[in-house]
């Protein structure tokens, strides 16, 4: 009896353990580490939204783009920067549909909250984002863009042509304007809106001001369109509000912290002798242009060189005193053949290397020959660059000074009201406001008078300082200003989109890739490229002569 | 003895004769009395007299062992008392005394393979031959012959159908693929079973703080102590492992720890282990070049001082050293001005060797203690070992406690329990990988430096650096600090209740628990961390229960036996993790204090997270056995998994097989068997947790916002459980008394509905999708061979030789989606298409883009490479992918030699791997640093023609077109200096002799799509040269390819068996002594740079493992010695 017992006791205790350890197997998936998307607030997707847009405005208009805009050139791994050495390798746009994605989720949840503040945002970071996928490649998935969730069907999408993308994103940002232009809103979230911080009359000037950069880049390939919504917006200011002052600038802070919230050249997180700030040398395009017009901004951004170069008459002479170096000409002749190098830049204060030369880690006579490194004779950019984060390190979206620019243009057209002198006036002010150099606004400009589209354009090249992928859209619109390609350039033309990235799209949604590069038009620099090539023209491009 | 088995009888039949004989002449019902029962062991197979066999009264702590004439005498209590005989490698024996004062015994050999009982599925012991699927079984002393840290080590070129790579020293990770790699989504590794408790060991077990400071913590599976393991059974496919379900898919390794063995008196076997392993080759690079861009030679400079060598042109191109030149270099003299003094530029070719220390130690110490008398059966095993590598201040160690328990409580309820605690850790372990690497840069120190001058490194802000750029190696080995302690219990309690002769009832209660604690320190030096070097700490813990049980029923009828099996599983796992460290690159308030607080709060990297997940199983086996002919095996299970959606949340899967011995109806005697066999089984296969419903995730704050996103990944919300499909068909022979063994198996696998991420267009919105999809066919040969062709009284030879063949394709994937990208490294990609008209569809493929040529076909440069311009005259790759590899081995061969002559036996296993490639990381490296003396070595010396450009040159590269031209690997033609028939060249300034040019032509293409030439390129005067230095083809993946095919002596060992005669006099049951090596490398086709090929796989921690690809896995061969000396008392 007694083992009996025991057993039974042995056994019931198994089966009550056996039924204690059955787990609900619903709960049990219920995901603890992440928040679930139907309780979140749709405001804490802003700020990642707007600081993803943020990086890519920096990472095109302070990276490649910049050395394409002439701005600044590399001294060393430069062949991207400088000479638009791309191929199919490289610029994926997997990095701006991200953007889309969650601005897409955003969007939803603003419309299924009701919240018209929130809508119009969505629209407008919509809009920005889309433009820049039109503007740099020209066709792409749109319509039938960032669809996965809803089924396979939506796993290869079709390419929109780059038109419709821009009559689309227009057609969005005057839906943002209406959606923005009441008194009240609800679920505001002041510290999650980076940009404007809940400021919906700011962001109903964004709105408006995108849709001028965007009517006005349709230009050329449809004139009619662009006149008639630029008019509208230049007509109506009451209905169409724009940025006109820096003050409403939409600018982007960096926090500085971490590598990944700083400023992309601060030498506080990189400290490699090759870094990112080192390497980056002022272009002598800007630099001899900027000090043409005795450009105060010039002092914002760049360096005075460390040691200034002094011819000395003689020969074999080359000393440094009082912090000047005297070189005779035949070392430098010397020196010249032996690196292969151009030119001496005697300059006492601002020295650029100049656009696109094979020698530009020799240049000037530098005693440290290797790529990327410290120049005494070469202009670095300006201290601030080193930091982390600071009131000039800003992400630029768009500025006052542009849309001054983009008035002047229309003005000159004669599509919107006001003279074009006086919005290119208040397009250089915003932008020396913008680079708290106003004050020299007066000086300034009888020595840098309206002068025409050249002007305005010149001007406006100026004025995207580390915002250069404007400038880059600009001159494909206009040829404007009218750099030339230096002789390491890969072709002797400046490159008018990016490739189609292979491993992304054309691996992976081949059919529709291949039709949009049929669609391409080959230019006679295209090389030993297909039609998906740097120099092949996007439908925007396509008949209108521009650049070249 | 209660065994109705007729072959049982046909093989024990000389000593089932005694007994009957015995019983027979000695009734049962005799008078109970206690005597003296004496008598003779005897071998059964040559009549030699055994001495120091244990002779034993069951049940009681009588015991004794025979003298050296193999005589015994014992005292009996009563004629119901059972004696037991056993001694090592001879069949245990036992019989009841009746009233005899006298038994003589004839002890058999115990005989492998015929009547094998091994463990299969839920730890049931079966005889092989019933079984239809075939298992592989490796005994201890093969597992503990040579010391390895990692179990898992000790089987390569053991088993068939295994493929093991590791990817450097002790405790680093180990992989094991059974069957070859059938899911695209994991790292493929079996599942591992000891003693029943299932471990998970995955190869991703990957961290490390700080920017670019990865370490390999080694996997689970090396938390098992090797000495304490009795045996292991793989059970490679499907219809063996059914039982086990869901994480059966990859195979399943039994692993059983050692028990007392019943009837012992208390032993205590103790065994030393001591390797050393000395570095005996080294990646290969170069010795000739000190450092710079350009070879300068006095003839360039006007003079025999050569410019200074500056340490920050990171590059292996610079003056030849040991010639007499004279240079500037970092460590110069300063003269009384200052100026540095020049100082000849001598090479320093052992510079790794002196970097290194001179071995490496690993010390194997286990106590082991069992004991089966009286109630409580137990074995109690102690085992420490104690490791320091190559690398200068890295270490590992491990303690590792085990007992196993079982005693009777009543007649017919037994409990047992195993349980095993484990601590491993390290002071230091070295990060892999690019980067804090002492490796890496010790590699990367130039040959004009000695390396020993880096050895006082200094401190702060003022570490030791050739320049900036450069690591210290000596700093990385010694003040990047990567500690971590393991603990891990794991263990079961068992009661088996025999209710009846045929009842039985068992229920088992097992768990695996972990706790891990990982911790970097990093002193400031490290140019990756440049504020203040960096902290981090993190903590990891894992949990898994199981509760299961199994009721069964067995009868034996004359002609046939059934044996039915029902039971249950409960598994419930959670984990969890919390991470602490700075951001990289943002460091520490104060250097060398490591603590959280030193972290600048707003440079805190910080996260946790949990998991949780159960499966409910229930399941059911029949076996029926017929005559000692046919074996039946049926099972089914049915799981019910929280990590499915609720609708597909249940899953049945069925097996069966067959086992058919022939040789039984054929009447072939017994020694001979034929065994077919065959099998069919399916096994369903859940997920991971929380891979439902998507969440947000955190993107870090920016100031006071707080970021959240939408991850990329898109998940399915309508997941079906994945399902293998397998048949396997197998025949095994045995014959002439087990002097002849083979066994052969053909297997197919069909897996499908696989949940794998694949790869969508970005403008989809996401960067992939997690479909439930595909059908992928894998089918393979397992043979091995087995003989024993002398075997004489001194002398025995054991040959067994294995083969293994596996090819998995890719038949289906989702709809829409082509491929599936594995990995990309070094310009290589391995992707998985579909089947199709022109892709083969095997899984392992490599692509790269090959040197890009003119497509033109009316040109008459048709096919030649199309260089590209300026610096880059060389070779581009061209737009499109070509398959160029697979990272598969052909087959893989395994030979085991054992040698015995009388106490002395001589072990070998070799392992051949043919076939496959892989990609070398560290060759592109090493090589764009022009380090490599492969790179020297592919240069081609047009001879007299060198030097200069000339017709005659472009004539005799035309001439050897084939090579130079047309073949895909790019040659440089020309070299250093005018030995290698080095060109002029003058980028330096000035005119040095080391130009190199890529043959092929410049040109573009007219809208038309016409070439254009612009200039050839083929050595004629006008064509480009280049350095050397550039002479590296970058972009070319084919550049870092490898042939994988390797032979290694995995194995070899002398070990003696010190006659029991002399044990004896020392008071010991046994004492063997043994000297060993182990993993020498004794061949490779590609081994020009010098990296084994079986380093070639990445433990990464996204939890996938890329298999062909070497990234700084460049521990230095070793030729290991080892010692062990094993005794029991």
């Known amino acids: 009896m007694y083992k009996i017992k025991n057993k039974l006791i042995i056994l019931l205790s198994i089966l009550t353990a056996l039924v204690s350890s059955c787990k609900d197997l619903d709960e049990l998936n219920i995901n603890p580490n992440g928040v679930d998307p139907k309780n979140a607030d749709l405001n804490l997707l802003l700020p990642t939204i707007i600081t993803g847009i943020g990086q890519n405005v920096i990472n095109l208009g302070f990276g490649d783009l910049a050395g394409v805009m002439q701005h600044t050139q590399y001294d060393g791994w430069s062949s991207s920067h400088n000479d638009f050495d791309w191929d199919n390798r490289g610029h994926n746009w997997r990095g701006y549909y991200d953007i889309l994605r969650n601005d897409d989720e955003y969007h939803k949840k603003a419309i299924e909250g009701g919240y018209n503040f929130h809508k119009g945002v969505a629209l407008i970071l919509k809009a920005y984002t889309f433009g820049y996928i039109a503007d740099l490649w020209g066709d792409a998935p749109y319509t039938q863009a960032l669809k996965a969730e809803d089924g396979t069907e939506y796993f290869k999408p079709v390419y929109d042509p780059q038109k419709d993308i821009y009559h689309g994103i227009l057609a969005d940002l005057d839906t943002a304007n209406m959606l923005l232009s009441n008194n009240s809103y609800k679920n505001i979230n002041k510290v999650q809106d980076v940009l404007y911080h809940g400021d919906a009359g700011k962001w109903r000037k964004f709105a408006n001001s995108l849709a001028l950069r965007y009517y006005m880049r349709l230009s050329v390939k449809e004139p009619q369109f662009a006149e008639a919504g630029i008019k509208k917006i230049t007509n109506n200011p009451d209905i169409y509000p724009v940025i006109t002052e820096a003050d409403d600038d939409a600018n982007v802070s960096y926090i500085g912290t971490s590598p990944s919230d700083s400023w992309p050249s601060n030498t506080v997180f990189d400290t490699s002798p090759t870094g990112n700030y080192i390497r980056t040398k002022m272009c002598k395009t800007l630099v001899d242009t900027l000090q043409n017009y005795n450009d105060p901004r010039l002092g914002v951004w760049a360096n005075k060189v460390t040691i200034p170069l002094v011819l000395a008459p003689g020969t074999g002479v080359d000393e440094i005193i009082n912090g000047k170096r005297y070189v005779s000409q035949d070392i430098i002749d010397e020196y010249n053949a032996k690196y292969d190098s151009v030119g001496v830049d005697f300059d006492p204060e601002y020295v650029g290397i100049p656009a696109q030369i094979f020698s530009a880690q020799f240049y000037n006579l530098t005693p440290y020959l290797e790529q990327a490194v410290f120049n005494p004779h070469v202009s670095q950019l300006n201290d601030i660059y080193k930091e982390t984060a600071g009131p000039l390190l800003l992400m630029r979206l768009m500025s006052a000074a542009e849309v001054n620019f983009i008035l002047s243009e229309a003005a000159l057209y004669g599509w919107a009201p006001g003279s074009p002198e006086e919005h290119y006036n208040n397009g250089i002010r915003q932008s020396m406001i913008a680079w708290g150099v106003g004050d020299q606004y007066d000086d300034y400009i009888k020595g840098a008078p309206y002068n025409g589209l050249e002007s305005i354009i010149l001007q406006k090249w100026i004025a995207s300082w580390t915002a250069a992928a404007e400038s880059w859209f600009d001159y494909r619109r206009t040829g404007l200003p009218a750099l030339k390609t230096g002789e390491s350039a890969k072709v002797p033309a400046f490159p008018l989109r990016f490739y189609y990235n292979n491993d992304n799209e054309i691996a992976l949604n081949t059919e529709n890739a291949n039709a949009a590069i049929e669609k391409l038009e080959r230019t006679e620099y295209a090389g030993s490229d297909g039609n998906n090539s740097a120099w092949s023209k996007t439908w925007l491009l396509q008949g209108t002569g521009l650049p070249y | 003895m209660n065994n109705n088995y007729p072959k049982y009888l046909t093989k024990h039949l000389p000593f089932v004769a005694i007994l009957v004989l015995s019983l027979l002449i000695n009734p049962l019902a005799f008078a109970q009395n206690p005597h003296i029962v004496t008598g003779t062991v005897t071998s059964a197979e040559d009549n030699t007299t055994l001495p120091g066999v244990s002779v034993a009264i069951k049940g009681t702590s009588i015991g004794t062992i025979t003298d050296v004439n193999g005589k015994y005498s014992i005292k009996v209590p009563d004629n119901t008392s059972i004696i037991h005989f056993s001694f090592i490698g001879f069949d245990t024996q036992e019989l009841m005394v009746g009233d005899k004062t006298t038994i003589d015994i004839k002890l058999k050999p115990t ?684 002398w025995t030879w054991d040959l067994n030789l294995n083969f293994t063949k596996n090819k998995t394709i890719i038949k289906e994937l989702a709809e829409g989606v082509d491929f599936i990208e594995f990995w990309d490294n070094a310009r290589v990609k391995s992707i998985g298409y579909v089947k199709d008209d022109t892709h083969d569809g095997l899984v392992g493929n490599l692509y790269s883009r090959e040197i890009r040529r003119v ?275």
């Not at chain 2, 130079?964 to 330096?988: H, M, Q």
């Open chain 2, 855 to 1129: 497509d033109d076909e009316n040109s008459p440069y048709y096919g030649y490479p199309l260089l590209g311009s300026g610096l880059e005259t060389k070779w581009q790759s061209a737009e499109d992918y070509s398959k160029v590899g697979n990272y598969n081995p052909d087959f893989i061969l395994g030979l085991q030699s054992a040698l015995t002559f009388k106490n002395l036996t001589l072990n070998l296993t070799f392992d051949w791997r043919s076939g496959g490639q892989y990609v070398s990381q560290t060759y592109r490296y090493i090589s764009e640093a022009v380090l490599s003396q492969s790179l020297l070595d592919n240069l081609v010396n047009p001879g007299d023609l060198g030097g200069t450009p000339s017709d005659e040159l472009k004539q005799w590269v035309l001439d050897h077109s084939d090579e130079l031209l047309f073949s895909n690997d790019p040659k440089a033609i020309g070299g250093p200096t005018p030995d290698y028939g080095g060109f002029p060249e003058s980028f330096s300034g000035y005119t040095v002799n080391d130009g190199f040019f890529a043959p092929g032509v410049v040109g573009h293409y007219d809208d038309d799509g016409n070439f254009i030439l612009e200039h050839e390129n083929l050595g004629q005067p006008g064509t480009s040269f280049l350095p050397y230095v550039l002479s590296y083809p970058w972009d070319i993946g084919r550049a870092n390819l490898f042939d994988a095919d390797y032979i290694k002596l995995r194995e070899i060992s002398l070990s003696y068996h010190v006659p029991s005669k002399i044990a004896q006099r020392i008071k010991m049951h046994n004492l063997d002594v043994s000297l060993y090596s182990r993993n020498i490398m004794l061949w490779t086709k590609d081994s020009g740079f010098g990296v084994d090929p079986e380093r070639a796989f990445q433990a990464e921690s996204n939890g996938r493992f890329s298999q062909g690809v070497e990234r700084f896995n460049v521990n230095p061969w070793v030729i290991p010695i080892g010692f062990k000396v094993q005794f029991t008392f």
């Open chain 2, 111 to 794: 005989m492998e393979n015929i009547d094998e009982v091994v463990v299969t599925a839920l730890g049931i012991k079966r005889q092989e031959k019933s079984l239809g699927y075939s298992v592989e079984n490796v005994k201890s002393e093969e597992l503990s012959r040579v010391a390895h840290e990692n179990i898992l080590n000790s089987l390569s070129g053991k088993v068939s159908g295994v493929v093991i790579n590791s990817t450097g020293g002790p405790g680093s990770s180990v992989s094991m693929v059974i069957r070859g790699a059938t899911s695209l989504s994991t790292d493929n590794q079996p599942l591992f079973v000891v003693d029943g408790v299932p471990i998970a060991s995955t190869v991703n077990n990957v961290g490390g703080f700080g920017n670019d400071n990865r370490v390999d913590y080694g996997n689970a599976i090396s938390d098992i102590d090797p000495e304490s393991i009795e045996s292991i059974t793989i059970l490679k496919g499907p219809s063996a492992a059914a039982l086990y379900g869901t994480r059966a898919g990859n195979g399943v390794v039994l692993i059983t720890t050692k028990k007392a063995k019943e009837g012992d008196n208390m032993k205590i076997t103790v065994s030393t282990n001591t390797v050393f392993d000395m570095p005996s080759e080294f990646i290969n690079v170069q010795n000739k070049f000190a450092n710079g861009y350009f070879s300068y030679r006095p003839e360039n400079v006007g003079g025999g001082i050569l410019p200074e060598i500056k340490m920050n042109e990171q590059a292996g191109a610079g003056p030849e050293c040991d010639k007499g030149y004279w240079a500037v270099q970092w460590n110069s003299p300063l003269d009384a001005n200052g100026v540095p003094i020049p100082i000849p530029i001598e090479s320093h070719p052992n510079n790794i060797k002196n970097f290194l220390n001179d071995y490496a130690i690993t010390s194997t110490n286990t106590v082991a203690l069992a004991s089966s008398k009286g109630v409580v059966n137990y074995r109690a095993n102690y085992t420490n070992m104690i490791y320091k590598g190559l690398i200068p201040n890295t270490d590992l160690n491990k303690n590792n406690f085990s007992l196993t328990a079982s005693s009777k409580l009543w007649d017919k309820l037994t409990i047992s329990t195993d349980i095993n605690f484990g601590l491993t850790g390290a002071d230091n372990r070295p990060a892999t990988n690019r980067g804090a690497n002492p490796l890496e840069w010790a590699y990367k120190t130039p040959t004009n430096v000695d390396i020993r001058d880096l050895r006082d490194y200094g401190s702060g802000s003022n570490v030791l650096k050739l320049a900036e750029g450069f690591e210290n190696p000596y700093f990385l080995a010694y003040e990047v600090n990567n500690s971590f302690d393991r603990y891990r219990i794991y263990g079961n309690i068992t009661a088996l209740w025999e209710i009846t002769k045929n009842i039985s009832f068992k229920a088992r209660y097992l768990l695996n628990k972990s706790d891990e604690v990982r911790e970097t320190k990093m002193a400031p030096g490290y140019s990756k961390e440049p504020n203040n070097g960096t902290y981090g700490i993190g903590t990891s813990k894992g949990y898994e229960r199981n509760w299961d049980f199994l009721a069964t029923y067995k009868k034996d009828w004359s002609n046939f036996n059934l044996n039915v099996s029902v039971g249950g599983n409960l598994l419930f796992q959670s984990g969890s993790s919390i991470s602490n460290s700075a951001k990289p690159g943002t460091g520490l308030t104060v250097p060398n204090l490591y603590t959280i607080q030193n972290i600048n709060s707003s440079n805190l990297n910080y996260y946790n997270s949990r998991y949780e997940k159960a499966i409910n199983s229930v399941y059911g086996l029949i076996n029926f056995g017929w005559k000692d002919i046919v074996y039946i095996d049926l099972t089914a299970r049915n799981d019910w998994s929280s990590t499915l959606p609720a609708e597909n949340r249940s899953y049945f899967y069925p097996s069966a097989s067959l086992s058919f011995l022939l040789s039984n109806v054929l009447n072939m005697g017994s020694a001979n068997m034929i065994k077919l066999r065959g099998g069919w089984a399916q096994v369903g296969n859940d997920t991971g947790p929380y891979r439902l419903v998507p969440v947000y995730g955190n993107a870090g704050q920016w100031g006071d916002a707080t970021r959240l996103y939408k991850q990329s990944g898109l998940l399915s919300p309508n997941l079906l459980p994945e399902q293998a499909t397998s048949v396997e068909y197998g025949i095994d022979v045995n014959t002439f008394f087990n002097r002849l063994r083979f066994s052969g198996t053909y297997y197919t696998v069909d897996n499908r509905n696989q949940i794998l991420g694949v790869q969508l267009a970005a403008s989809t919105g996401f960067s992939g999708v997690q479909i439930n999809a595909g059908l992928l066919k894998s089918d393979g040969w397992e043979i091995t061979l087995g003989g024993t062709p002398v075997k004489t009284d001194d």
